[in-house]
């Protein structure tokens, strides 16, 4: 596919004129070809009326003819070919096998959406008939579904430049929920964005779809950004991306006349607790595991393990050494981008000059551009608690180890944490009751708790949280990955002594998509009358 | 009941030293004894903490013990007795019957909501096994439910002075979800609420619940209830009442370092939709109906229908003459109290300057304080597009009908329509073409449509949804009434691979609490394994 550097706005394609935008190869320096022309609120204004205009066709698409366009998005996105991973991996400098597995994870997840669309569970069916008998009042007839809220914006995420981008886990839920999509290509890789924004386009097309259903923007700064969560047809926002950004996203839609919801996946440090009998038993497999995770793709994962929390002692002092041997054969890899590159250098360079932070160890390094060198540090629980510096996120290959005097120390760390997507338990039976102790406070802090493995690595499925309290996200009540990331963008709409003809397909009588539905509040599958 | 003044916190009572509020009979203008001394930051720290100290023991209750609590809440409701009835009727100037149907609205919503909980669909648990076979990479166990999101800020309404306040919906709804709850009495019935506060008291006693779980503190202008709302430990607000006061909470929860969720529902005027061939056959019969729904309790209700919009022609006068004829034999009734009366009179006044718009007709009035004089206005579609004062609500038994020129200017008005809690459609089956053209717009302009029939009385079910966009409410994904509106309480949380004895007991193996899941995102009722 030839690039061409231009704005992709329903079914056509237009040049804008703001500042040029290049994607910067990071394991070289250079720029690469074509420059993309940001554009403005007359390109934000042109993709929201065409959204606006799709939004009722699309949101009363049939299950099926919604299922089968996310099905051929991802048939577009295979059809690609080599060509689309050769760029992104230019663009992202991350290797080509990582890329072809995020393109199988970010098919899959359309294909999973398909199937979650078919299903119908999304709708929350709810059917409570008449009782004209009732007394003293009698019940008219009374049903409820969700409906789409309406077009949303997407914002593309530097660290998964597919599967969190312009055909990712926002732009499938938020189809799939049946809004239409405006995104907000992330700078960093636009060659990448413009070839999956081409084969949603396509997709668009064979479906016979309103072409406002999707449309693809390019800008630089935060002028188009703005402009977009500010449009009043914008009905909801998703972002993944920095603390900083995702807050002022949420200002700006707070702001507005009529405030919409915003989600957003910011900062999480991912605290791994190590219980005393776990450490014991494991150090060293722990300790081996543990670089493992934190190095993976430069550690250039929202759910990269940035803390861990140990009593201190013979076990701990085990656990450290045997990672910072593990650390030291850890090869430099290419970060994302010179401005992700610059942030991790200062991180470390904030925690190394810290007096109450030890350096315990780092991975190899060269000269070549915008290298990750793996680092680790350790500091006492006293000196963390007192440091809200230190509960930073260092974006990148990073983590900081707590020595913590007792048990109940790790405890007060924990209840002072701020929200997390995720929260680790490292245990062995003999830990159980130290666990039960730390769950309710791991439940608070994090979407996601988990025993015996490390975070990286998501699971999309039905069972997945990717979310968690504040700064983790906007919204603790939502997730940004997985089935149920289609609640996001869904409102309930009740629907009282409607004729049959009017009614939704999905709530008539004798349950003609065979949707399961809660009928006078029990749950009944596939027939229902 | 003998009332003390007093702030009930967990289980003491506390005198404060603000301000005195009196509850005013508004049918007579007198104070009503005793006073209650407004508390500020030192009563709202106090049932905070033991808020914050009831969150995980009340959150982990099982479902049997959370439903047994509700329902004993509703018996001591019960319990009060005739006193309830008398003192609510002199605080509220609402008849003794509708104050026992009200009543039995809110004790049988207690006890829809232990229903709600026993059955569990709102865990929305979710059950992926490992697969350790799986190729390339093995799946680990993944299990999802909701958890509680911990304490939550109540602000009593003062139109349904038990439903909608210290035991209404929002505190049982909350309740039901887990979370211990701190309600902010509305000053204009501080009895009401000692006296519920107290069977809340009693019920947290009996159940041998932590103390913190409800508190209820009174404070005159807003200083409380903007300390309540920061306070750190409050992780949600519900709300009823006015747009002002809605929004000015909305931004104090955005504006803390941890945002967090406010319901508010705020303002809504309720379309009415007389489509040609229903208006032509049933103009007499509508007009009855409409004057009926929009009179009853001094139109008091957030669902008063206060628009009304048809086209033009002499079905149209012929309602309007019939509704003239019926609102001029309507009494004039006690409003809820001076402040309600004098908004109410001053929206009247202003219909009254406003050169587009005609009085139509006047309900009966008397020399009594604070009656409300039923009121019907109209004015031209041309002139509502454009005079926005004139969607403003008029808090009471007022309605303003807007002829059209056609059916293409109704869709046009619907349009232009802000967010609403309900739009009606009056058809009949001739009209369905209309009605098809207009669903989409009202869906999405409201939270529930309805179809002949009126927006007053709002069925406590599982299938409703008072809700809708904004400003009818702060969150169109939400309901305050009936079973969903329990999910606005709740969070996600993922649990990944942890063992059996540390799961919560709704997502164990062979289901032992015999709740509906999701098992590898199939619908599976009663026993998983």
Redesign the interface.
């Known amino acids: 596919m030839k690039l061409t550097g231009q704005q992709l706005i329903g079914q056509s394609s237009f040049s804008a004129s703001g500042t040029l935008i290049w994607a910067i190869n990071p394991a070289t320096g250079e720029k690469l070809q074509p420059g993309y022309l940001s554009g403005g609120h007359s390109e934000v204004l042109h993709a929201c009326k065409l959204a606006e205009a799709a939004?009722?066709p699309f949101r009363?698409t049939s299950l099926e003819e919604r299922a089968t366009f996310l099905e051929t998005i991802a048939t577009e996105i295979e059809a690609l070919g080599a060509d689309l991973i050769k760029r992104c991996s230019l663009e992202t400098g991350l290797p080509a096998a990582r890329i072809e597995g995020e393109r199988g994870r970010t098919c899959g997840q359309l294909r999973l959406f398909a199937?979650?669309v078919r299903?119908g569970?999304w709708l929350?069916a709810?059917?409570?008939p008449a009782l004209p008998e009732r007394k003293p009042?009698p019940?008219?007839d009374?049903?409820?579904q969700n409906?789409a809220?309406?077009p949303v914006a997407v914002f593309g995420a530097s660290n998964f430049p597919l599967a969190f981008s312009v055909a990712g886990g926002d732009t499938a839920s938020a189809l799939a929920a049946g809004c239409p999509v405006i995104v907000k290509a992330h700078s960093a890789h636009p060659g990448t964005s413009e070839m999956v924004g081409r084969a949603l386009q396509n997709a668009v097309t064979k479906c016979q779809l309103p072409e406002g259903v999707f449309s693809l923007l390019y800008g630089s700064g935060n002028e188009l950004g703005q402009a977009l969560v500010k449009d009043p047809r914008i009905k909801a926002v998703g972002f993944t991306g920095s603390r900083n950004g995702g807050v002022a996203l949420?200002?700006t839609a707070?702001a507005r006349p009529?405030?919409i919801?915003v989600y957003a996946e910011m900062s999480s440090i991912n605290p791994v607790f190590l219980l005393p009998n776990a450490l014991k038993a494991q150090s060293v497999s722990l300790a081996e595991g543990f670089v493992t995770s934190l190095s993976m793709g430069a550690g250039q994962f929202c759910t990269n393990p940035g803390l861990v929390l140990a009593v201190r002692g013979k076990d701990l002092d085990q656990f450290l050494t045997t990672a910072e041997k593990a650390i030291s054969k850890v090869g430099a890899q290419t970060m994302l981008t010179p401005g992700i590159h610059q942030a991790y250098t200062n991180g470390i360079i904030s925690l190394a000059n810290n007096d109450s932070v030890q350096l315990q160890g780092k991975g190899k390094i060269s000269d070549l551009p915008n290298l990750c060198q793996s680092s680790l540090f350790v500091t006492k629980a006293n000196d963390f608690l007192v440091d809200e510096k230190l509960r930073d996120e260092v974006f990148g290959a990073c983590s900081l180890v707590i020595e913590c005097d007792d048990f109940e120390q790790m405890l007060t760390v924990a209840k002072q944490l701020e929200?997390q997507l995720t929260a680790t338990l490292h245990m062995d039976?003999s830990d159980?009751q130290a666990?039960?102790g730390l769950?309710?406070i791991l439940?608070?802090t994090?979407?996601?708790?988990?025993?015996?493995?490390w975070p990286t690595?998501v699971?999309v499925?039905?069972?997945?949280?990717h979310?968690g309290?504040?700064p983790a996200t906007?919204?603790?009540?939502?997730?940004s990955v997985g089935?149920?990331a289609i609640n996001r963008f869904?409102?309930?709409?009740?629907?009282?002594?409607?004729?049959q003809?009017?009614l939704p397909e999905t709530l008539r009588d004798n349950n003609p998509v065979g949707i399961?539905h809660?009928f006078?509040?029990?749950?009944v599958?596939k027939t229902v009358k």
Do not use: W
């Open positions: 939004s009722v009363t199937s979650v299903a569970e929350d709810r059917i409570e009042l019940r008219t009374l049903r409820q409906i809220l309406g949420m200002k707070q009529y405030p919801p929200g039976d159980l666990a039960k769950l309710p439940e608070d994090a979407g996601r708790v988990l025993v015996n493995g690595g699971e499925c039905h069972a997945m949280v979310g309290p504040f906007s919204d603790s009540r939502s997730s089935s149920s869904l409102r309930p709409v009740c629907y009282q002594n409607l004729p003809a009017l399961s809660l006078d509040g029990k749950r599958s």
